[in-house]
């Protein structure tokens, strides 16, 4: 249990309330404007989701203000994306639920009336699950503009097993036509990687010549991972070429992508398991990854904004212990033949073994693949990201847990972060 010093400071928190999923991050008039599943008032999930909102200048400090979508009385405003349609107001595609029968919603969207993006208003429904579709569950639009058209993807899973997002299409936003299965992808097929029974939160993005589905893995009523497919796309179908996954360790979930202010691809994820009940608030989201594609693989790190936070550097060697800032940026360059190195960080035993990374805390233990010779830590008063080139993992412990590094192999720099 954390104390109300304790509460991250570049991870985003709520206030007050229960937070999940972040949706919409948008770089616009030289502020980033965030927003979020949200329930006010208490610190466990609710199906009456609204849509908080949050705004900064750097990704690191957030400044929230009122909720953007509010549902009616039993109902729930769920996940979605935010477009800006070149000289038009912003609108809002969210999942529209009712709050005691959930699984299948409907696409709802709302358009911007202020340019505070603090007030909108409900413009009505846009598309629905399509006739004589036998499904699990029906939500998460995605909207993005191909080239030619207006695209929407909605996250799905047939009941035989077939994960899937469904695809729209629009010329002007406000009239949708169905299109057909966008992408899908059996359970029973874990080549290279298993991508579940149910996809949610579907995203298409494209990376150079090549295009990137990615979602969160899901089987009822179990959330895994973020996972992603490399491949191309045409006429509202993609095609897959390979099937990766990024996200490992008990946090990462929901990822949302976005562009920043250079215009590079990021994602942003709802760190699970990070809470604070006895000060009120519940729910976190990462520091913002930067996403590469390099051959089929997407590599990620923190945002770059987070170099210009670092303090004067303190590298600690093998054989060597110190006490690291709460809230810092570390640079763990492995040594070892095989590449084999470890740490403890506080209570957490990290080691790097011959191309893996393990990650465990008393009883428990998570692995990723790990590449190159530096393995990036963001630490934030018990928050725990570790950057390994083409794969993440987060974990979360007590603060105090994490105040101490030793250095078994291989050699640490500290940055504190201001």
């Not at 029906?138 to 929407?152: L, Q």
Request: net charge negative; charged share 20%; proline share 7%.
């Amino acid at each position: 249990m954390t104390t109300g010093a304790d509460r991250p400071r570049i991870h985003f928190t709520p206030r007050a309330g229960w937070i999940n999923d972040p949706l919409g991050l948008t770089w616009r008039e030289n502020e980033y404007h965030l927003f979020f599943q949200y329930v006010p008032g208490r610190t466990e999930w609710d199906p009456a989701c609204q849509w908080g909102h949050a705004t900064s200048p750097d990704l690191l400090s957030w400044t929230e203000s009122s909720p953007a979508l509010v549902p009616a009385p039993g109902r729930g405003c769920w996940s979605g994306t935010l477009v800006v349609p070149p000289g038009q107001p912003a609108r809002i595609f969210y999942t529209d639920v009712a709050a005691d029968d959930f699984d299948i919603g409907t696409i709802g969207s709302a358009e911007a009336t202020a340019s505070t993006w603090n007030s909108w208003t409900f413009t009505g429904e846009v598309a629905r699950l399509p006739p004589g579709e036998d499904v699990l569950v029906f939500r998460d639009p995605y909207v993005f503009h191909d080239g030619k058209t207006w695209r929407m993807l909605v996250g799905s899973g047939r009941t035989d097993g077939t994960a899937l997002a469904y695809g729209y299409r629009s010329d002007d936003l406000d009239t949708w036509s169905y299109t057909g299965a966008a992408a899908s992808r059996p359970a029973s097929d874990s080549a290279q990687v298993w991508t579940g029974e149910v996809w949610e939160c579907p995203q298409l993005f494209r990376a150079g010549d090549r295009w990137v589905l990615t979602f969160s893995v899901w089987r009822p009523v179990e959330q895994y991972y973020q996972a992603y497919a490399v491949g191309d796309y045409e006429d509202g179908v993609f095609t897959a070429r390979s099937w990766h996954r990024l996200a490992y360790g008990p946090c990462y979930y929901a990822g949302s992508v976005f562009r920043d202010d250079a215009d590079m691809c990021g994602i942003i994820y709802w760190l699970r398991g990070v809470a604070d009940p006895d000060n009120g608030w519940a729910g976190a989201h990462s520091v913002p990854h930067r996403l590469e594609l390099q051959g089929d693989r997407l590599s990620a790190s923190p945002t770059p904004e987070l170099l210009r936070r670092r303090s004067q550097p303190t590298t600690i060697h093998a054989g060597e212990s110190a006490r690291v800032p709460p809230v810092a940026d570390l640079e763990w360059r492995v040594a070892g033949e095989g590449r084999r190195s470890a740490i403890w960080l506080g209570s957490l035993q990290v080691e790097l073994n011959d191309g893996l990374l393990e990650v465990s805390h008393g009883a428990a233990a998570w692995e990723c693949p790990a590449t190159g010779d530096t393995i990036r830590i963001v630490l934030d008063r018990g928050v725990l990201e570790f950057f390994a080139g083409h794969a993440v993992l987060a974990v979360y412990v007590d603060p105090a847990e994490a105040e101490v590094i030793s250095v078994q192999a291989g050699s640490v720099t500290v940055h504190g972060i201001d």
